[in-house]
């Protein structure tokens, strides 16, 4: 393996490891022994890709933004995850961990939540598989995100209000964790971010990693090229950007670069960039960079986009940002907000407000000629209508 | 008797611990608790460092690292405050809490002020043996702090066995995979579990927390292991107005025969 992904011992630079209490040891243990041999397994690839292809509707297209491009004076690529299944890109990864999770022999699902695109694609692959399925969401995200808890529900799932803390997706994290040592044998966490402990960031950015293996074809279709000049993905805990450099990490000649939420702005106290603003820290099992006070205690981020709102990163971005192989930038809500409303006018695609976050970097690249450039895409802006709209007031 | 052989001493068994998180009620409640609860006949202390995300505590304790983070509770003051410990207190003391804390803190930073306080050791939950090994082992060791290691009933003995030759002064045996607070029921299989331990013949003594609430639970625990732990059952009488006034009775409590 190359110096960007995982080591042996779950590490990606000095960034990883598993830091769990001992009480998660057999069941972090039993994945790090399982995952890769179950992931290469015949029957597992077959589901997988079936599934990815029948159910979620893979491949999701490139799209060559014919209008955008015009204006910014580049060929800009949008890889349309928005397109999948339930909406956005998360449906990936909980695909590939059901799958993992039956031939675990689990009989009960648990996730986290933020804005409720992790808890809808969860549940989805839960009443898809008649698995039992338990969804913690932040007591204050399940006031803000009613019709995706509705969505949960008519799935079958139960949605549990994490009270403790700041009653959000990492306290909503804490309650699933907490239930995973209360329930070693017959659960299975499905994590939502390429975040927690190993081999949990290598798993879901391998299912994330579909959206550069088809990139790189589909960009060799209508460019004779495989490799863009520039790659461009938003980074909450960064499960899409993780799949969607996935497979362009060894090639140092494309720019990767990953756009964190400023919020009000970095230097605001309402922000969510986290290379910008954290350091070196521990949070859920893994070793990364974090948003903290000095004595260590996390601080509860904030963006307009509920689903950059986390604290962390993951493990691979903090080394990616750290090696210098990915460049780690922030986007405010304004400009993320501008972004949106501008691919929705000029190209009819309403983005989710976290890809548009992505969009908006577009604004402050400079452009040579004939630069190819890949933006993912990662969701779709329907369930961001109530924020577009008071934003904007339509 | 020297703090650290009350673990190795045949004479000491049934020893009782209790843990309290540190600026819970009060900021400055830390050493008057400690000097209470030695009086009252604790055997040794673990004071917990509050920190914002402690996954391995149930709601009890989640809400006393709440209250004294509110409160202005941080590493670096409870190390002000544990200044003149040894003045007050010569029972044990450990310091348990998650391990972000510390890595802040400095983690040789962290095992200095323990030596020159006069803590015993650390309980750090998530910090696992692997990275302990690899990464902090001889910091801890170079200013004689011990790292104590939680085994479950799910540990493999291959792995108690390397937990045992890490360990200097006790290993902390949960009595079940949980989080903190449940009750301690011993059925079949626990008792199984902690006799499986005993018979391993291991050579640290096995101090049993997690579930341990009340004198029947306490005395189950130590039949089978040299001491046990209360954690949530004391926070919860710290809740409690009076609390000060109420410690001595809750000790005898547990440890009258």
């Known amino acids: ?394 | 008797m020297h703090t650290q052989d009350i673990f190795k001493s045949d004479e000491s068994n049934g020893l009782l611990s209790i843990y309290y998180t540190a600026g819970y009620p009060n900021l400055d409640s830390t050493i008057a608790i400690a000097k209470k609860l030695e009086s009252a006949g604790a055997d040794f202390l673990e004071i917990g460092f509050p920190y914002s995300d402690p996954i391995a505590d149930g709601p009890v304790i989640q809400h006393s690292s709440e209250v004294a983070l509110r409160n202005g509770m941080t590493l670096q003051r409870l190390f002000q405050q544990l200044q003149d410990l040894r003045s007050h207190v010569s029972i044990p003391v450990f310091l348990m809490g998650y391990f972000n804390t510390v890595l802040q803190y400095g983690v040789e930073n962290f095992c200095k002020s323990c030596q020159a306080v006069g803590v015993n050791g650390a309980i750090i939950p998530d910090l696992p043996i692997y990275e302990y090994e690899e990464l902090y082992q001889d910091t801890f060791k170079k200013y004689g702090i011990n790292n104590i290691f939680l085994v479950t009933p799910q540990t493999s003995e291959e792995r108690i066995r390397k937990i045992d030759n890490l360990s200097h002064s006790f290993i902390y045996l949960l009595s079940s995979n949980a989080t903190t607070g449940k009750n301690l029921e011993v059925g079949v299989q626990a008792e199984q579990y902690f006799r499986r331990l005993k018979n391993m013949d291991l050579k640290n003594p096995l101090v049993i927390g997690f579930g341990i609430s009340d004198r029947e639970t306490f005395r189950k625990a130590t039949t089978y292991a040299k001491g046990a732990i209360i954690g949530s059952a004391f926070v919860r009488l710290l809740s409690d107005d009076d609390y000060m006034n109420k410690i001595e009775s809750f000790i005898k409590g547990i440890k009258t025969q």
């Open chain 1, 1 to 394: 393996m190359s110096k960007y992904h995982v080591n042996k011992k779950g590490y990606y630079g000095p960034f990883g490891g598993a830091y769990i209490p001992e009480m998660l040891y057999p069941n972090v243990e039993e994945l790090q022994q399982k995952y890769m041999d179950i992931m290469q397994e015949e029957s597992f690839l077959q589901e997988f890709q079936e599934l990815l292809k029948d159910y979620v509707g893979r491949p999701s297209p490139l799209y060559l933004a014919k209008r955008l491009s015009a204006r910014y004076g580049a060929n800009i690529f949008l890889k349309r995850e928005d397109l999948n299944h339930t909406g956005a890109h998360k449906i990936n990864n909980t695909i590939g961990q059901i799958l993992l999770a039956e031939r675990l022999g689990k009989k009960r699902i648990i996730a986290e939540t933020g804005a409720g695109q992790h808890g809808v694609a969860t549940a989805t692959v839960c009443a898809l598989k008649g698995l039992e399925c338990v969804v913690y969401m932040g007591e204050i995200d399940i006031q803000r995100q009613a019709p995706n808890v509705a969505r949960m529900k008519m799935m079958g799932a139960t949605v549990v209000a994490a009270q403790s803390g700041s009653k959000t997706l990492k306290d909503a994290t804490n309650e699933a964790l907490r239930d995973w040592i209360n329930n070693p044998i017959d659960t299975h966490y499905i994590i939502g971010s390429v975040v927690g402990p190993h081999p949990y960031p290598d798993l879901v950015a391998r299912f994330q990693s579909i959206i550069s293996e088809e990139t790189k074809k589909q960009l060799t279709e209508k460019t004779g090229n495989s490799s863009p000049d520039y790659v461009l993905a938003c980074v909450g805990g960064g499960s899409n950007a993780a799949g969607m450099f996935y497979h362009f990490l060894e090639d140092e000649e494309v720019q990767l670069i990953a756009v964190e939420a400023a919020g009000h702005g970095v230097k605001s106290g309402e922000s969510a960039a986290t290379t910008a603003l954290g350091k070196e820290g521990v949070l859920h099992g893994s070793r990364s960079i974090l948003m903290q006070t000095e004595d260590g205690q996390v601080v509860e981020p904030y963006s307009i986009s509920a689903g950059l709102d986390y604290p962390g990163i993951g493990p691979q971005h903090a080394w990616l940002y750290k090696s210098g192989r990915g460049k780690y930038v922030s986007i405010t809500d304004d400009e993320a907000m501008q972004a949106g409303l501008l691919l929705t006018k000029l190209e009819g695609i309403i983005p989710a407000i976290e890809s548009s976050h992505a969009l908006a970097y577009l604004e402050k690249m400079t452009f040579h000629g004939n630069e190819n450039v890949v933006i993912c895409l990662s969701g779709r802006g329907d369930k961001d209508l109530d924020n577009y709209m008071k934003y904007f007031g339509f």
